[in-house]
């Protein structure tokens, strides 16, 4: 039996992670900030797959939030094995024209909440000997495009060493790097996407489908499609002028 604990589980890549994984038969711990669509998506979990759905009403990017997901994370008495760190949002502008207490917020959601739930739940799993980690980053990380890319690349490099680092205690590391995926983030973050032609995105429940494979592969860095794979080895190999000028749009 694994109980699983999704941040960022009302929405997008997180909502296709609890219902993928409430299909499977884990209990879920579905966390964001909607208590009234939290409650809802447990209700239905629990309808359509009879699995346990607790739900934890939390902001990220604060303190009282963080503590609660924290909380959740080091019980003993319904131990977490598998962490989704997923919640993630974004900033239109780029670095230098946005207000920098906004870019703290996004710096307090997209590293420093990922960085203390790892933190926690790699205690917890590290003392139970098994346990699982996904990251949710971006293809974004491997091009130099702002502050958002920059959050990303620093997931990828930490979940990587930490991968190869606690895997001979049985704890496992994966980051998930999707391309772009129709979600609500480019809408929540007031985006313009008109420019990313349609080949370019994903589907967010073929997405999760296709990590949930590379977690069971063991992969330590998941590019699903075949289309980013080739697009992120690109990233990483060509000049930083022509990665910076194709990555400008979207994000
Ligand atoms: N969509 C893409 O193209 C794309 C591509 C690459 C990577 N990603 C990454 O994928 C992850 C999920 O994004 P998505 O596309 O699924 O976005 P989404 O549809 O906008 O969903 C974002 C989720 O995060 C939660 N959230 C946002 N701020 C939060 C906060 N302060 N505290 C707790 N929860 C918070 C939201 O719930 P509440 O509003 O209820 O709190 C929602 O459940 C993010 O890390 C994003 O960077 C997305």
Redesign the pocket.
């Known amino acids: 039996m694994t109980r699983a604990l999704v ?9 296709s992670f609890a219902r993928a994984l409430a299909a499977r038969g884990d209990d879920v711990v579905l ?4 208590e009234q ?2 409650e809802q998506l447990a209700t239905e979990l629990r309808g359509a797959h009879g699995v346990q759905a607790d739900v934890v009403v ?4 604060t303190a009282d ?1 963080l503590a609660a997901a924290e909380a959740a994370l080091a019980s003993s008495t319904a131990p977490v094995d598998l962490l989704v760190n ?5 900033l239109a502008g780029w670095f230098g024209t946005t207000d920098v207490a906004d870019e703290d ?1 996004q710096l307090d ?2 590293v420093r ?1 990922p960085m203390h739930l790892m933190d926690t739940a790699i205690k917890s799993m590290v003392g139970r000997g098994r346990g699982q980690v996904v990251n ?5 990380a491997f091009t130099p495009r702002g502050t ?1 890319s920059a959050h ?1 690349a620093w997931l990828v490099n930490l979940s990587q060493w930490a991968d190869w680092h606690y895997a001979s205690s049985g704890v496992r590391v994966m980051v998930l ?10 809408q ?1 973050a007031d985006m313009d996407i008109s420019g990313v032609p349609r080949w370019m995105w ?1 589907n ?1 429940d073929k997405l999760v489908a296709a990590a949930l494979a590379d977690l069971e592969r063991g992969r330590t860095v998941s590019i699903p499609s075949l289309r980013y794979k080739v697009l992120a080895t690109l990233a990483r190999h060509a000049p930083t002028s022509l990665v910076a000028r194709a990555a400008k749009r ?2």
Do not use: M, Q
């Not at 939390?58 to 990017?61: K, P």
């Not at 790097?177 to 979600?183: A, I, N």
């Open positions: 941040t960022g589980a009302t929405a997008g890549i997180g909502l966390l964001a900030r909607d669509r939290l939390a902001d990220l990017t939030g997923n919640a993630g949002a974004s917020r959601l997209l909440a949710v980053a971006s293809v974004a958002y990303k790097c999707p391309g772009f995926v129709r979600t609500e983030f480019h929540r994903l967010s979207g994000r």
